[in-house]
């Protein structure tokens, strides 16, 4: 399938960055359960080592230490890391998730008695898998690091079960990552060229010379370099333009919407709004005020009026910084911070969210 050739590639094109010149990065899958995550990473693995779960294979998963995945990622250098299940992380570990892929390719600063400890340094891809997207696992201030990952909602395989059960049940595993190698050492002089100008080429699809544009293509053109490979070494891999290619570019679109903050946090609300209509006067929930009172009201402009007090609370909790967002919103004309309205028969001042399409049945402007 193209989600299986894309992950393959994308794995054997861990041991081309050096090569290619192309930056370490990471490859988030995500999606219910059952709908190949792990399978996914296996077959991926398959290309370099034994790609079971018993002791002593090659995955691994998000229960693991901190200090162990800087180590075995220090170890295997060039190699791909495949860790398995951000649902293993507890709330108090998410800050290790943001530090690993944030400072992925470098290991932190650790003192020892006699000193400092060396520092651990490597150039590969890590793969992770989760039922959420990371971004959605921490979102806010740490919307940036989503130029570093490739996000990829999994897809189950054509064939169900049986292919399924003939990854899991292989034999056969680390042929073709060494065969990759030897077809990259033929042409180490001109990878890196090939991978400057393929880079090229996708900045300009993903929008020009900017900083995340340039960051992202460089992780497509090593991917593109890595199917290249094991096309040409023998490997039978669906068409590029019509199958590989359309994944690509969807997962690096959705990665630099991902890193807008401001965008980002406007999801967020309108999310939060949605699942609060009774807490809207006018969402249609009646003309009593709840129990924990009114968070805001439909406006008669289209949009909803929220209490500032009540939209800065809920982005913080969301890990974003109201200072951050609102002056892009109200620059971008969605917001009007300062209106006047009526609310449970008081004159108050709302952040009216003009550009918001909210309409839940039932909704309507209450009368002033």
């Given at each position: 399938t193209p989600m299986a050739a894309v992950m393959l590639s994308a794995s054997v094109a861990s041991g081309l960055l050096e090569l290619c010149g192309a930056d370490q990065f990471v490859v988030d899958i995500y999606g219910a359960t059952s709908r190949g995550?792990?399978?996914?990473?296996?077959?991926?693995?398959?290309?370099?080592?034994?790609s079971r779960r018993d002791k002593g294979a090659y995955l691994m998963d998000w229960r693991d230490s901190e200090v162990t995945v800087e180590r075995v990622a220090g170890f295997l250098n060039s190699y791909p890391l495949f860790?398995?299940?951000?649902?293993?992380?507890?709330?108090?570990?998410?800050?290790?998730?943001?530090?690993?892929?944030?400072?992925w390719g470098q290991g932190k600063g650790r003192g020892t008695v006699t000193g400092r400890q060396a520092t651990q340094g490597w150039r590969s891809v890590l793969f992770s898998t989760g039922e959420a997207k990371i971004s959605q696992m921490v979102r806010g201030k740490h919307?940036?690091?989503?130029?570093?990952?490739?996000?990829?909602?999994?897809q189950q395989f054509v064939g169900g079960v049986p292919?399924?059960?003939?990854?899991?049940?292989?034999?056969?595993?680390?042929?073709?990552?060494?065969?990759?190698?030897?077809?990259?050492?033929?042409?180490?002089?001109?990878?890196?060229?090939?991978?400057?100008?393929?880079?090229?080429?996708?900045?300009?699809?993903?929008?020009?010379?900017?900083?995340?544009?340039?960051?992202?293509?460089?992780?497509?053109a090593a991917i593109q370099i890595g199917a290249r490979a094991l096309r040409e070494i023998g490997v039978p891999m669906?068409?590029?333009?019509?199958?590989?290619?359309?994944?690509?570019?969807?997962?690096?679109?959705?990665?630099?919407?991902?890193?807008?903050?401001?965008?980002?946090?406007?999801?967020?609300?309108?999310?939060?709004?949605?699942?609060?209509?009774?807490?809207?006067?006018?969402?249609?929930?009646?003309?009593?005020?709840?129990?924990?009172?009114?968070?805001?009201?439909?406006?008669?402009?289209?949009?909803?009026?929220?209490?500032?007090?009540?939209?800065?609370?809920?982005?913080?909790?969301?890990?974003?910084?109201?200072?951050?967002?609102?002056?892009?919103?109200?620059?971008?004309?969605?917001?009007?911070p300062g209106k006047v309205a009526k609310l449970g028969g008081r004159t108050v001042r709302l952040c009216w969210l003009k550009a918001l399409d909210w309409a839940p049945d039932g909704s309507e402007a209450p009368e002033e």
């Open positions: 995550k792990t399978t996914h990473i296996r077959w991926a693995a398959s290309a370099w080592g034994e860790m398995d299940d951000t649902k293993k992380l507890k709330e108090d570990r998410i800050n290790e998730l943001i530090t690993t892929v944030y400072s919307a940036g690091m989503n130029v570093r990952m490739l996000p990829f909602a999994a292919d399924t059960a003939l990854i899991r049940n292989s034999l056969h595993w680390g042929h073709a990552g060494p065969r990759v190698m030897e077809w990259a050492m033929a042409r180490q002089h001109s990878l890196l060229d090939d991978h400057a100008r393929i880079a090229a080429v996708w900045a300009t699809e993903l929008g020009g010379a900017t900083e995340q544009a340039s960051r992202l293509a460089s992780m497509l669906p068409a590029w333009e019509g199958a590989m290619k359309p994944l690509l570019l969807m997962a690096a679109v959705e990665a630099m919407a991902a890193a807008d903050i401001a965008t980002s946090a406007w999801e967020a609300v309108a999310g939060w709004l949605a699942s609060s209509p009774h807490r809207v006067q006018g969402g249609g929930g009646g003309t009593a005020p709840p129990h924990a009172g009114w968070i805001g009201r439909v406006m008669p402009g289209g949009g909803v009026g929220v209490l500032p007090a009540h939209l800065d609370e809920y982005l913080r909790a969301a890990r974003y910084n109201p200072a951050d967002v609102l002056p892009k919103w109200q620059a971008d004309g969605w917001i009007d």
